[in-house]
């Protein structure tokens, strides 16, 4: 299947391939924006803007790893795996870090605004 896809991809095919074990998901992604490896605000996820994640993400583990990024901004998509432990699923440098429609612009502006002084 591996070289099939491969082939019809031709000289389209960048990289290599990237296999991944499944993971169970037990809530729906939450997106997280970050100012200066702060968390600033969580919300829902841009494509399922009326899907309401936990607000109770636990960012013990996350923060860290965001912090040593040492980036201005980010936002950092996470869901909760079966195991209770929150996995981030990607982060974004903002670029596409659309803004769902369930948070209006001045709840985000705001608190991205506050995470800068």
């Avoid at 490896?37 to 993400?57: E, I």
């Amino acid at each position: 299947m591996a070289s099939r896809l491969r082939h019809l991809r031709e000289d389209d095919f960048v990289g290599g391939f990237v296999l991944r074990r499944y993971e169970r998901f037990t809530s729906v992604e939450a997106r997280t924006w970050w100012v200066n490896g702060v968390c600033a605000l969580v919300s829902s996820h841009p494509d399922t803007p009326n899907d309401v994640p936990h607000l109770d993400v636990d960012l013990d583990a996350v923060t860290p790893v965001i912090a040593a990024l040492g980036l201005p901004f980010i936002t950092v998509d996470l869901a909760l795996r079966a195991d209770g432990v929150w996995r981030i699923i990607e982060i974004g440098d903002g670029q596409v870090s659309d803004r769902p429609a369930t948070t209006e612009p001045s709840t985000l502006i705001t608190a991205l605004l506050a995470g800068t002084s």
